[in-house]
Every structure is written in structure tokens, then in C-alpha cells.
């Protein structure tokens, strides 16, 4: 069963065009990613799925009650749509418990105090936060903040819970294991969830499936593993994983493969769509694809080591001449002086 | 060479304005005070009399004794006393001369040895009350007046004495009721000082008093505030106003109307007195002595509209005129230390609960 | 122990001084039994005993507990209710209702309360016109209960400034998590904006109740007629009781005053650091989608257009008609004694003109000097928490305690006993100083408001690039605040134009300002000239405001 789909939206702020003909759905138990730079317009996509910000064109239909149609002007206020919000400030009401952040979402749903009490003691047991009922906001920590806020939009059994940056106010560390421990809620509570961030690892991490917003269009939509293996874009290249760019010329394109050529190298890469012979082209290559080979060979490249930098499971090495700059890892330092270095045919995506 | 000759020429018309300054009948070593007062300036002015009516005064002075300026400030006669003991005790420069409608403030400040004495020459003329120990003296002459609304009040609802009063809130109780108004005399030292005159007076005054409060009088702090509110209607009679001042009010509002009371009209006198420690003694005395001289009181009753206190001075609002008029029932406030008697603060405290105990019908 | 600047030694010393003489002056003369000057005086607590034996003391305490609490139930709902539809609805023409919201309090209470008697009165403008409507006029100004409400809607704009600000931080986020959780936006406003701007709502209220122990002149004209007295007027009043003034009655009754202010001063204080927790855990102000009214905008603009006509067009118009009018009230004809005479008689008097430019000079010259004052104070407890500036802090709070009325006199005194003093008291600098002092707490939160939006790293980069304090604060700080301060020059010139009771006492020949002017005018009862010098001053005010408008001075923050 489809929990929402959104057909065409389009919203501007005055004449600031801010999403352009956006389309999307999420079904039943899968958890969708909204990823993308600052103003790509995934924040601006979510709220006007909760119903806080105006489209002007297309459809938002939830568990397939339409709750905006703007060439009908429908548009169901965000109490009506019954949806879980969780902020990325977590929005936590200072002036009430714990428990009260939780329990009024059922309050304004007319619950019995008894089974409110059950349904938010349950709520918190879940998010292991049941110690903590009696505190105010401003005594918890971050991310115990954080769990009150998705206990608060859980309680009451959202269709589609929808959660902004929910992990960006946590320390680099504690980020990590809220992103597991949030993948793993996710799916033993079997949630319909939307989630936007602005981290790619983030997405891949907890989303059955990504899409990623440039300028207020979708550029491409998939799993995160055709995200991050199959870019149709450069824009995708680009935004998922470390890359390293090389800038020539398109030498010649044959059965899906192309040769990017520079100032003294030439190296074969698969071939997309908009490469064309004789014109300038991109050639990607994720960093973990590049190889230190220890002689010349097909596809290789001749390059002066600059530095290596330790990373602590690996190294990570810069390479450089003239225009040229690769990075690569690896797991041992190396030799200063020229190295070969080889990138795989597939392995580089020539735009 | 030419330059002295011209500073001798100088000197010699400027000492024939000065003998030509003293006025007739003064004594010919006047002269002496008059160069002093040249010399100091300026005289020093504290006083309560609107500078409108003081500009004619001022004026004239300065036309007659060209080269000495006058400072004259203008405030109320409570600030007038507090700046003048203030200033005295910190030392500093305070006022030459003091005139005040505040009689018993200035001759409680007379009394305390505040005041220059003086024998100006204009004493002859005055009336023997309004002077004391050649201290303090009286420079106007100022009947009090029931004020009332023309378009209001009519006809025989008009009171023409204070005996009238009681008569008249019991027989129009309706109309009086909440409009009749008069000092707030714990605000006002002037109504005070007007109503323990009423006092003595007035032989049925308790009676009165028990009068006025039946009807829900409304105090204000003063007689423009007053009159303000006659003008407008809010109320139709005002007791114990300076008649000079419905003169002045009538000419921009003509639904003002006045009654010196015919069994006793109570005067008004502002006291001026010269400081002990004025700066500019001579200037001051040429000042006290000019407002004190037939040609100064003659601009008091026709220009300032104050009401003069000689004799001599033509005028229906003078001495002389309202003499005519009402005769025997004027009642002059006496410039004389008798009037402290309520400046004591059992004696005022006393008469003050008295007086509200009257107002809300009590004995 | 740690040595101070010598400059900030300097401007803390000084500023102790200014505002802790005039308040030593008092407490002293409270305990004496007669001027401090005078030889005979005996130190004693006979003051305070003729007082608590006076009915009317305990009278005008009861009206001023009564006007005080009747301002809070009245200004801050009403506040409130201005603010939420201000800052949060679609409510139509709100840019240019705003400025106007705040009119109220740049206008002396003088002016409105004479404009009141003249409108309002029992035959003012409005009421003849009431009484032919409907036969009887059905208000009545001089009652308690009347001064109560005027004085209640006069200060709705105090507590709109703190709510309106407080819910414009209030983020969006913990709103739209509450529609989210299903909450209607009635529901959102009773549940989550209204308690949370709760402090500030709580702040103000203290903050009206406590100007309610000092208002001055709406009793001073409104009380008069039915003998209405309130603490302030009480104790002007004792100018005269005894005859002679009464300075340690007057001292002792403003001893009274402040003991009771100076705990309100303190809850405000304390309530101000409780709402900071909540701020701690504001999110992020995203943009918001404002309420809309629907048909709820026509009670809610009659609710604003009717407290706009009370509070501001009723007063302001009869004032200004008064001015043109040489007599008025029931059966005379309007249109038949049409004058200019009053304006030329202010024109004629040299005193009413200098008061006119002692007034602009206080304002424009006076209002900058304080404001560099003001700075001077802010910078040396700029981003220095300690002993020094917590009493700084502490200091500032006294002169609001202090009514204008008497902070004034005690100026007086200072500057008549004071010898190098001396000769500037006939100046408009006593005058300044006083409103300086008075003020102290207002120009303050205007300077240190701007000061705490100056980042302090960039105060640190500058340090650490070798600069002294000194240069800090010429280089980096006032160049960053700039702005604020001369917005804060903007509002403090509007508040020395309205200031009234401070410059009562020091009137003197030279020390002229309209607002004193205006209390003794009406004490002689010019009732002309004080309608023609009352519309003057709502002109100078109205420039200002313009001023302040046209550069787009934020009038709160």
C-alpha cells in the first residue's frame, strides 16, 4: 500500500521558485531519504507534505486521502493530516514534562487518561527513555532530546512519520549510533518514514531508498547502492561519496566506454550519456577505486606523490602533477617519488 | 583729545537723566539710590503674577529707569517660598525682591527677618494695612468673587451674598449638585489663607461650610482651573475667585460672569517685600518704589488689571472705585503677622479636619 | 586582587554617584522633622509617624494599589492580545498600525489626561455629543475607576513591546510540532505560545504594576474634581498641607513609594533570569505562516481601531480642538470662538518659547549625551561579569524605583547645596542631568541590547590582534553598534520630549521643558496655553516618531 504520494508540487516563495514539478511515493514500512545541498528544496518538500509551507500546484495525497490538491484548492491543515513530525531543533515544548511532550498529541486525540499514561509509558520504554518522564526539556541531554521528540511524533501511530535533519544537533559520535539505533527502530516498528538530510551516509545508512533534490527538481531517485554505484548524473557522482575529478577532453567514445584525455594522459572510464568525442569531459572515480599499482599497465597513470595523510584504518595519499591531482587510499605508507596508479574501465564515470 | 570731549559729553546728558529720574516729592538724595541701581544693573524678581500682566510694569520701569534690566520669573507662590529658603541656606544667589499673592508665606518669610526695611517714599499714599513695619508691603488690590456661567445660571439663582449661599444650594439642589466648585485648600495656600478669612467673616461660616458640602463641591488646585470648567458648563459657580481674573477670562469668553458678595468682600493683596540679602538692594528699592507710585499702580489697574490698592489710583476695580460700590463690606486682608496663625501646624491641622468634617455635613 | 582601568573606575564612580546621592538625599530628609537645611532639624521618625496618621496617605495608597492592579488586569491581556494578532494573524493594515500602537507612550500623560477632561469630561466634546445620543453622558473620567482603565490602556503598549518581541524569538518549530501533534491553531495558542511567552506576559505585568505606584499626572488632573488621590500626587500635595512645604513628609512618602517598588523591581529581575531557560531551548525562527484570521478579523480590528480611539484619537483630538477654541463646552457653538490667539500668546512669551527649545535642545542635544553616557556605562560591564558589574546592574535598577517627581527635587538639592554644582542649576544641564538619572534603566536596555549583538568573537579576534580594551571598543564595538545607538538616540529623544514630572520641581527661569511647563501651567489653570504647548509637544514627538520610522528604527526589540 502507497502511504503518500506527491504529484508535481510546485511552491515558490514570491517569485523564488523553490520546488519545480517534484514527484514522489513511499510505501508501506520503507524509509525514504530527501537528500541534498542546502536549498535544494528537501526541507521545503517535507513541510509541505506535513502541510507547513503552501504549494501552489500538484497533489499530496496521504494513505490516498488527497490533502492538497491545488487545482482543486484543497488543502487540509497540518492537524488534519495526522502526521509525525520530528524537528531537526527536536522543538521540544520547554514548559511541559517529558511525559506532556508526549502524551499531548493523545490529549488533543480525546485518549483516556488511562490508556495515554500505558501509551506513552510504552512509547518512552521504547526509546529507553522511561526514567526520564518527570524532566523538562532543558535537563535532558541532546539525544535524549532527540527520542523524546520521535517518542512525541510516534505515540500516537502516524501514517507516515517524517523526520528534518533528525540526527545534524548530535555530536559527530553519538550521530553514528543514532543512526543504527534509529535504522533499527525504524524497521522493528515497521514506520513509513521520510527523513531529509544533507548527509550522504546518512541517507545510505537508514533509507531504503534516496532522492535526491538539486535546485528544486528530483536529479535522480534509486536504492543507495544504485546511488552510489550508478550515477546518471555528475551532480550524483559528485554528491555521493569522495571523488576525484579529472578535467579533459573526450577523446573518443566506443560501445560505452570513453577516452578522457589530459596534458600527458589518457585513461578509458563507461561512457554516460553526456559525454560526446572531441568536447570537454569530467571523469569521476571514487577515491576507494583508485589503485597504487607498482608498474605501468593498462589504464594507469604516472604520478608524483605529494603527502600521505593517516586516517587511522588506512592512509589516504595525494598525488599530483600539473592539472592532474588523484587521491587514493591505502593501507600502508608509501615511497615518496612517482607511483602508478590505476583506475578500473568501470570504474570511472566519464560526463 | 576728541574722544574725551566726547566721553564728558557722554557723561554730562547721562548725569541729567538721572536727576531728571527722580520723580517728584522723592527726596533729592534719591538720586544717590537711583546711580546705585545703575551701577547694580539689574534687579532680581521672584514672582507669582503672570508675566502678561507683569510685561505693562516691566515696560514702563525700564522706560524710566533705562539701563537696569529686570529678571522676572515667573512660578507658583509655593516655589517662590521654597527657592527663597533653599537658596538662602545654600548661600547662593536667590531673588532681590519677592511679590507673591502668598500673603501669609511672604510674611511668615518678613516675619523670619528675611526682609530688607525700607521707608520708600510712596508710604504716604498707602493704606495703613497694607503695610508692615516698613517691611512688607501690599501692591494690589484684589476683591474675592463668586464666578458663575452666564448661560447656566440666571436670574435670582445668581447669589449676591455669601448669606445667600445656603438658601440657594437648598432651594435649586438638583441644579448645584456636583457643580459648584473651590479651592482644594490643603492644595492650595491661597484657598486657605481665603477660607479662614471667610472664617472670621463670615459669622455663620460652619454653617456654610455643612452648605457647600451638600452639594458635592468639586476642588481643584486653581482658580484657572476653575474657571476652565465654569466656562465649559462642567461647573456653574466657583467660590473665592480673584475677581481680577474673571475680568481678564470674560474678555475671551463672554459666558463668564462675577458677584462681589454684598455682605462682605474679602481683598487681596500680593505682598512684596525686598530681601535681606538682595544683591542689588538699590534696584530692588527703586522697583518696590515705582510699583508702589501712583504712575506704577495707575498701569496695575489699567493695564495689569490687578486692582489698585491707593487711593489716589481712578478705577472701578481700584480701591477708590469698589469704595464706591460696596463701601464698608470690603474686608482687606491685613499685610500683618496675624495672619500666620494657620501656618501653625496644630492650628492648620485642626482647622483642616474641622473643615472636612463640615464638608461631609458633620459639626 | 585585580586592578581596574581607571576609566572604568572612573564612569562606575560617577554614575554611583548621580544616582545614589539623589536617593541617600531622600532616605536623610525622610528622617528628619524639617528641611535638611534648616538649622532646626531633629533627626527622628516623626515623618513617617505624621503620614501612617494621616487617613489620606492610607487613601491614596489604597487608590494606587487599586490603579495598579486594575492597569495589570487591563494592559496585559490586552497587550497580549495586540501582540498575538500583530506578530502571529493576518490582521489587515498591520505596518502602519504598529507605529501607532506605541503612541501612548511618547505622549505625557499630561497631555492625554487634559485631553481627556476636554473630550471626555462631564461637558467635554464627546460627552455633549454622548448626551444627545442618548440623553446622558454614560462615563464619567473622574472617577477611580476611570483614571484606573485610561491608566490601564495608556500602558497596553509596555506590555504589547515585551510580548510582541517575545513571541516574534518564540520559534515557529515548538508551534508547528503542536499543529502537528493535531493541535488546532486556537489549541497552539492556548497550549504553546501563551505559556511560553508566559514570563515575558508575567515580566510586564510587573513591570505595569509597578508604574502604577508612580503615575503622576492622569491623577493630578483626572483625581482632582472628586478628590481622588494616589501616592504621587499625595506627595505633591504635601507641598502644600502644612502651608509651608514639607520636605520630610514628601521625603518620607517617597521612602514608602520606593520600599515598595524596590521589590517589584526585584521580582522583575528575578522573573527576567527565569525566562532565560526557556529561551536556552528556543529552535530555530523559520518562516512563518501567519494565522489567518478568516472572519475573525473584523471583532479583532474592532478590538484594535476601539482601544486606538480611546487611547489615542479621543485624547489627542481634543486636546488639539481645545487649542483652537477660546472657550468650549455645553451650549456654545464651536465654529464661533475658533482662535489662534493661544498659539500667539506662546509665540508672545519668551519663557513658553525657551521652554519650546530647552525641550528640543533637551531632546535632540541632551538625548545624545545621555546616550553616550548610557554607552559609556554599557561598555565598562560589556563582557565583564564581575563584582563591579553585577553593581552596576544593580544600580541601574534604582532611579526606576525613585518617582520622576522626587528624583527631581532631590536634583535640586544636589545642585543647590552642591558649590561647583551651583551655578549650573538655572541651566537645562540640571534638568538634563535628572532625566539622565531617571531614565537610567530605559537607555541602558536600548545601549546593552545593542552591545550583546556585537558577536564577541569578533570583540576576541580584535584582542587577540594585539588591541587593548580601549581600542576595542573604538574600533571594533562602537562601529558595529552604531546603528543602535542612534536608534537608541532616536527613543531616548522621544521619551525626554514626553517626561513631565521630573522637571517639576527644578523649573526654574532658564531650566523651562514643556512637560514641567504643562504641571504648572495647569497648576495656575492657563488651560489655553496648556492645550496650545500640549499639541507642541505631541508635534515634537510626532516628528520624532516620523524620524524614527523613516530610518527604520525598530521601536522594540
Known sequence: MTKLVVGDLHLSYGDNAILKGVSMQLAQGEVVSLLGPSGSGKTTLLRAVAGLEQPHRGTIAIEDKVVFDGARSVEVPAEKRNLGLVFQSYALWPHRTVFDNVAYGLKLRNVSAGETKERVTSALANLGLDALAQRLPHQLSGGQQQRVAIARALVYNPPVILMDEPLSNLDAKLREEARAWLRELILRLELSALVVTHDQNEAMAMSDRILLLNNGVIEQQGTPEEMYARPQTLFTAEFMGSNNALRGTVAEVRDGSARLAGDGWSLWGAARSTARAGAAGTGMVRLERVRVADAAGDNRVRLPLVTSMYLGEKWEHLFSAGELRLRAYGRAPLAKGEHWLEIARDDMWVF | MIRTWAALAAFATLSATVAAQVPAGYPANYADVVAAAKKEGKVVIYSATDTVAATPLIKDFQAAFPGISVEYNDMNTTEIYNRFISEKAAGGGSADVLWSSAMDLQLKLVNEGGALTYESPELKAMPSWAVFRNEAFGTTYEPIAFVYNKRLLTGDEIPQSHADLPKLFAAHADKFKGKVTTYDVEKSGVGFLLITQDSKNNPAFWDFVRALGSVGPRFQSSSGTMMERIGSGENILGLNIFASYAVLRQKKDPGIGYVLPKDYTLVMSRVMFISKTAKNPNAAKLWTDYILSKRGQTIIADQALLGSVRTDVEGEMTASGLAKTLGASLRPIPVSPEILTYLDQTKRLEFLKQWQTAIKGGK | MKRIPLPRLAVILVMATAVLTPLALIVYQSLLSAPFFDPNKKLGFGAFAFIFADPDFWDALR?????????????????????????????????????????????????????????????????????????????????????????????????????????????????????????????????????????????????????????????????????????ATYLYKLTNKLGTPSYHLMAAVAVCIVALTIPLVLLQRHLLRNAGKYVTVKGKAGRQRLLPLGTWRWPATAVLVLWLVVTVVVPLSGIALRSVVSSWGEGVVLSEVLTLDHFREVWDQPTLLRGILNTIVIGVVGGALAVACYTAIGLATHRRPDGWSRFVDYLVLVPRAIPGLLAGLAFLWVFLFVPFLSPLRTTIFSVWLAYSVVWLAYGMRLVSSSLLQVGPELEEAARSAGATRGQVNRHVTLPLIRYGLLAAWLLVFLIFEREYSTGVYLLAPGTEVIGSLLVSLWGTGAADIVAALSLINVALVAVGLAVALRFGVKLHD
Do not use: C, Q
Not at chain 3, 157 to 179: C, K, M, N
Not at chain 3, 207 to 216: P, Q
Open chain 3, 63 to 231: 487608590n494606587s494599589f487599586v490603579i495598579a492592579a486594575g492597569m495589570a488586569i487591563i494592559a496585559v491581556p490586552l497587550g497580549a492580545i495586540l501582540a498575538f494578532l500583530m506578530v502571529r494573524t493576518d490582521l489587515p493594515g498591520r505596518r502602519w498600525i504598529e507605529p501607532l500602537l506605541l503612541v501612548p507612550v511618547f505622549v505625557s500623560p499630561m497631555v492625554l489626561a487634559f485631553g481627556y477632561v476636554v473630550s471626555a469630561g462631564p461637558v467635554g466634546f464627546y460627552s455633549v455629543w454622548a448626551k444627545s445620543l442618548f440623553g446622558g453622558v454614560p462615563w464619567n473620567v473622574y472617577s477611580l475607576t476611570a483614571i484606573a482603565v485610561i491608566a490601564g490602556l495608556t500602558h497596553v503598549p509596555h506590555v504589547y513591546l515585551y510580548s510582541s518581541s517575545a513571541l516574534r524569538s518564540l520559534g515557529s518549530d515548538v508551534e508547528e510540532a503542536a499543529r502537528m501533534a493535531g493541535a488546532s491553531p486556537f489549541a497552539v495558542a492556548r497550549d504553546v505560545s501563551l505559556p511560553m511567552v508566559m514570563p515575558a506576559l508575567l515580566f510586564s505585568g510587573v513591570l505595569v504594576f509597578f508604574l502604577g505606584f508612580e503615575i503622576f499626572g492622569l491623577p493630578l488632573v483626572l483625581g482632582d474634581p472628586e478628590g481622588h488621590l494616589v501616592l
